[in-house]
């Protein structure tokens, strides 16, 4: 399965649900919000959010500011 994240093109050899893909990735994921197709994915459904061969996934970080 190819994705991008964050820019890049990644390969993986099996399926994965984005709460797999943050643990390979090893992604800080404390003060982040992160998109599949440009649709933000509560933490509580990483879990339950199966991607797909192509799918798109963007992690952001929270900044405090106005």
Known sequence: MKLRFNGEEVTFADRLCLDALVVRMNCETQHCAIAVNNRV?????WNLTSLSDGD?????NAIAGG
């Open 56 to 60: 798109v996934v963007s992690v952001f």
């Open 41 to 45: 994915i509560p933490q509580s459904q």
